[in-house]
């Protein structure tokens, strides 16, 4: 049998120190996983159980028992090094670093030989092929090196504890096992995955019937996979169903109740169903919890823009000025925390136009929203909220043919018809303002009237509710 190589890395997207998101997953796929078979071994993914900070019994025998390891040290994840630590505790022998360029890697590991690797924009590796060489390389020559862990370098004298081979065997007979059980795993969840997206299909009378249908045949949300109660949650809110999402997340694990993700949504559908005093809470406790988002501050400045145009709709002009006062304050902390998110930024400068005369700032905060969402439609494939954005820029620009020209790329991208009605919203908002201070923009309701007109469409035929 081939030797088996642990790899011991983060999964999925992750930040790192500026801000920077990566794909590990496309790091294991198109990196680290094609040189360790080139090095004719076996590669072993650590088990999706570490996202839950816990290490458990599988975790260290396979840190102890297989023959190689790979540790990826891009952005010094806690997990990862405390891994690496029991690694080089145990075993002399056979452990290859590797690292992204622009992680500053702590001083107990700088003086290990690590393999780098660029990062592209987009956050999957640059140039794979000759990194890939390189890592390969290095675990043939770990074949024959005596030691590459720096606690047996140097402590002398220091002798790895025997581990017999009958230790390995079983562990391997373990694995083999274990995925069986994870392919039949995956294939189930694909199956509940396929459900819930026919049912995002339906007219919206059904389409919660149907998304329901697929909730109680998970049984105890407590008990379900985390990705089905993942794509519920969601589900729920592409059929506009918040009630049913604020309905589910005190059936869910507290561990995943506990989770950003979870939180924000959370969050969101409380402030729909007109309880935004408790969705504001758990913003502010997510925020104070795990420092500014982008994600975590425009949900919270919607709110407080929710709030202003109640109480400007009920002629409150006081009250009024101090939700908007807050609402800018918390989009603009979002667009701060992540200027590649244009989500906030956008908010930040239409509401900017709200007051009786237009904020002063606005005009120096319209271009680098303008650059933020240019960045990121050119590092990806756009979307709907890409092009949305660009339409809502040139309305604010008061450029009626660039305006027309993006909105005819948006409403080919719509996915949940909720979409149009959003921005149709905003625009609504910047044609009032603009005709209170005698600003001609009748041209912009035409596009209200174009979004609309596609959001009803999706509704009947059944996209997004």
């Known amino acids: 049998m081939k030797p088996l190589c642990f790899v011991l890395m983060p999964f999925g997207k992750k930040k790192d120190a500026a801000g920077k998101e990566i794909d590990f997953n496309a790091v294991y796929k198109d990196l680290i996983r094609p040189a360790i078979i080139a090095a004719d071994m076996e590669p072993l993914r650590a088990d999706e159980e570490v996202k839950t900070g816990i290490i458990h019994r599988p975790m260290f025998e396979r840190l102890i028992l297989c023959d190689y390891a790979i540790a990826d040290l891009t952005t010094a994840n806690a997990n990862v090094f405390y891994e690496l630590g029991v690694r080089h505790g145990v075993r002399p022998g ?29 956050g999957v590796p640059l140039n794979p092929k000759p990194v890939q060489e390189g890592i390969t390389k290095m675990l043939k020559a770990a074949r024959d090196q005596a030691s590459d862990s720096p606690v047996f370098d140097l402590v002398k004298d220091l002798s790895p504890g025997q581990v017999g081979h009958e230790s390995t065997d079983v562990m391997r007979e373990r694995l083999s096992k274990q995925s069986v059980a994870f392919q039949d ?46 794509d519920l949650m969601l589900s729920y809110r592409a059929a506009g169903a918040t009630d049913q999402m604020v309905r589910i997340e005190p059936l869910m694990s507290v561990a995943l109740r506990r989770t950003v993700m979870v939180r924000e949504q959370f969050a969101f559908a409380l402030n729909r169903e007109k309880r935004s005093a408790e969705a504001e809470k758990v913003l502010t406790e997510l925020i104070q919890s795990n420092g500014p988002s982008s994600e975590s501050y425009g949900l919270l400045g919607r709110i407080y823009k929710d709030r202003w145009q109640v109480a400007f709709e009920a002629d409150k002009r006081i009250e009024a ?61 756009p979307d709907y909220w890409d092009w949305a954005t660009v339409v809502e820029l ?25 979409e149009p009605r959003t921005t149709a919203r905003n625009l609504g908002l910047i044609r009032k303002a603009r005709t209170l201070r005698n600003t001609p923009s009748g041209w912009v309701q035409e596009i209200e009237e174009a979004l609309e007109a596609k959001a009803v469409e999706m509704e009947q035929k059944g996209k997004g509710g």
């Open 94 to 122: 056979h452990t290859v670093t590797i690292f992204g360029e622009g992680t500053n890697l702590p001083f107990d590991v700088t003086y290990l030989r690590c393999v780098p690797y660029a990062i592209s924009e987009t």
């Open 185 to 230: 795993r995956v294939q189930q969840e694909q199956q509940l995955a396929d459900k819930l997206t026919a049912a995002r299909q339906l007219p919206k009378a059904q389409a919660i019937p149907a998304i329901r249908a697929v909730e109680d045949s998970l049984g105890p949300l407590l008990d379900a996979p985390v990705s089905a109660v993942i």
């Open 321 to 381: 000025s101090g939700h908007l006062t807050r609402a800018l304050d918390a989009y603009t902390k979002g667009f701060e925390a992540d200027m590649r998110d244009a989500y906030p930024g956008i908010n930040t400068v239409t509401l900017m136009e709200m007051g009786d005369q237009v904020d002063p700032r606005q005009a120096g905060l319209l271009p680098v929203v303008r650059y933020a969402v240019e960045r990121r439609m050119s590092a990806r494939t």
């Open 394 to 418: 040139e309305v604010l620009a008061a450029s009626p043919t660039k305006a027309i020209d993006a909105l005819g790329q948006a409403l080919t991208l719509v996915r949940e018809h909720w």
